[in-house]
């Protein structure tokens, strides 16, 4: 494990505990002290003396580049991992990855990165894409939503892979990776995609980290070696057309609107390079990809091809890049973005350029309150769903809850809606003069426990959302209030003996899941006569017990029960409990309020 240090005394000891306690021991860490100034080397050295598995490296600051090469160079593993210093490790990362590379007979494992800063934590949009399951590829063109992860962390490489094509990082750069993970990604023989969080990757709230510095022209060069040098790549290796354009589209919908969205956009020099940029991309067919790019991003793009910097300085003035300023009109499976330019402006997109599948729209949620309703025995969910960017003071929507056992059998509970207060996101995060799109679904505990045959197994939660227009959108349950009624839902108890439980979640990024498991036996009718114990016995996984033994909590003693069979299947089990040496029983009298 590789861990390259610059000036990260505020972060580093966070990131070496996590990487000190993950769940796999087997590690050799490798941390490179590149010239800090700060007190990093002392924390590095303290985490040293008290981890023999960290060995610490000293050199003159080059760069994130030169310190990871550093790090390989000293490091002895089969394996390679890179982790940023002032990022994090979930537990159980290095376990999931070395065992996904391995099984998988991969030369790399990627799983996907949760953000976090100082108040929350989130998943980035492309995440669904490309890591929806678990994925084993021999070619990455068989998985392109790969391409977008193209960091050096959040992945496992077998070190003979990495040593036989003489990886390196460019040294003095910034986005020294992105063409040497793109090309190894390119090059293995397999490429293993987890479902999986492996990966905390900090949004500093300063602003000072190397990846949020896109207002400066030094940050813009950079980026655009790197993708020059990518596309060069591309060239090199021949890769089929469809491997091209999914790179060129992660360009178009994704990086180049980090810099369009820069204040920095105002100043001419920096403006005049990003669109010779963009001109240049296009020349290489970047323009057959902008039909999969957000309406108003392509918007975007044609202000910047057609030099319209003020126009494009006024549209982010008025929200072009703001979310909750998307709006759209359904037209059965299609969403028309309604463009703030009216029919016959130069601006002007027509319809069919502002089409998006309704399919691709993002699903907001949040499940708010998770209640046990004992009248009914039922679980209530509730909290709010919808799709950004529709109107739903013109659009209707039906809520299902979906829940979905191991075997993929599913109850479905149509959800009422809801305009608690409590439910629905704050102003701040949607359209406040919309109606309420919270909901409400109960379903009943016999019904999730009978989705498990076995002695245990889990049980998922979906939303559905069905549109006035027909369309429907699903997603799998992960946002979850951390503060409100899930983190504090006991277990439950189904009629039928099951034990219904919130199943614990690694990281904020975690579905939403209920755990389901049965005792062997379930005790019922349950009568004590003075020192005898009568109940009945149900098998809930066909084993029938052949013998039940009271045993005194404290000492040896024990006492072997009656056993005689019912008609209806149960056993009848009697505990005769002999009286104590000295001790009198004492009758109740009819009647009478004293022994």
């Known amino acids: 494990m590789i861990v390259p240090v610059y000036n990260v005394e505020r972060y580093l000891d966070e990131c070496l505990s996590s990487i ?29 003396r008290a981890d023999r598995r960290i060995k610490v490296i000293r050199q003159a600051n080059g760069g994130l580049g030169a310190a990871r090469n550093t790090g390989i160079e000293h490091s002895t593993g089969a394996f390679l991992v890179f982790v940023d210093s002032d990022d994090r490790l979930p537990r159980d990362a290095i376990r999931h990855l070395s065992q996904a590379l391995e099984k998988h007979e991969a030369d790399i494992a990627v799983g996907y990165p949760q953000r976090f800063n100082a108040t929350r934590s989130w998943i980035p949009q492309w ?13 990455v063109d068989e998985h392109l939503p790969l391409l977008r992860n193209n960091y050096t962390w959040g992945k496992i490489y077998s070190r003979t892979f990495w040593d036989a094509g003489g990886y390196r990082f460019r040294e003095g750069v910034a986005y020294e990776d992105q063409p040497v993970v793109t090309e190894m990604m390119l090059r293995a023989r397999r490429v293993v995609s987890l479902d999986v969080c492996v990966y905390d990757y900090r949004a ?27 596309a060069e790549k591309l060239e090199e290796l021949s890769v089929d057309d469809v491997v091209v354009r999914a790179w060129l ?16 956009v105002a100043d001419p020099e920096y403006w005049s390079l990003l669109r010779e940029t963009l001109l240049e991309l296009d020349s290489r067919g970047g323009l057959a990809v902008e039909g999969d790019v957000p309406p108003a991003r392509r918007l975007a793009l044609e202000l910047l091809r057609r030099d319209e910097q003020d126009e494009l300085l006024n549209a982010r003035s008025a929200g072009l890049y703001e979310a909750k300023a998307d709006s759209y009109d359904l037209r059965g499976s299609t969403a028309v973005w309604r463009t703030r330019y009216p029919e016959g402006h130069p601006f002007h997109l027509p319809a069919e350029a502002r089409s998006w599948p309704v399919d691709r729209l993002l699903v907001r949620h949040q499940v708010r309150q998770l209640r046990h309703l004992a009248d009914t025995d039922e679980l209530e969910v509730a909290g709010f769903a919808y799709l950004q960017g529709v109107d739903y003071r013109q659009n209707g929507q039906v809520v299902h809850l979906v829940v979905t056992g191991p075997d993929g ?37 016999s019904d999730v426990a009978g989705l498990v045959t076995g002695p245990k197994g889990a049980v998922s939660l979906d939303l559905e959302l069905q549109t006035d227009g027909g369309s429907l959108r699903r997603v799998r349950v992960t946002e979850v209030n951390r503060w409100g009624s899930p983190d504090q839902l006991g277990p439950m108890l189904s009629a039928g003996g099951a034990k219904i439980a919130i199943a614990p979640r690694a990281t904020a990024a975690d579905p939403l899941v209920l755990s389901v498991s049965r005792p062997a036996q379930r005790a019922s009718n349950v009568l004590r006569v003075e020192r005898r114990l009568e109940f009945d016995v149900t098998s809930t996984q066909g084993r029938t017990p052949v013998a039940v033994v009271a045993r005194r909590e404290h000492g040896n003693e024990t006492v072997d029960a009656v056993l005689a069979p019912n008609d209806d299947g149960t056993l009848h089990v009697v505990l005769e409990f002999p009286t104590p040496e000295g001790a009198q029983v004492v009758r109740q009298a009819p009647g009478s309020s004293g022994p």
């Open 249 to 264: 589209l992660t360009v178009y919908a994704t990086h180049v609107h980090w810099y369009l969205n820069s204040p920095s």
């Open 127 to 139: 995440v669904g894409e490309a890591h929806a399951e678990l994925v084993a590829v021999d070619r």
């Open 204 to 230: 500093r709230d300063d602003n000072s980290s190397i990846s949020q510095q896109t207002h400066t022209l030094k940050d813009l060069r950079d980026r655009i070696a790197a993708w020059t040098l990518t």
């Open 409 to 445: 059998s599913e109850t479905r509970i149509v959800a009422c809606e809801s305009d608690d207060p409590d439910l629905v996101p704050s102003s701040g995060s949607w359209d406040a003069a919309a109606p309420a799109v919270g909901f409400r679904a109960a379903v009943p505990l």
């Open 20 to 48: 000190r306690t993950q769940s796999f021991r087997y590690l050799e860490i490798v941390v490179v002290d590149d010239g800090s100034t700060d007190d990093s080397r002392a924390v590095a050295a303290r985490h040293a």
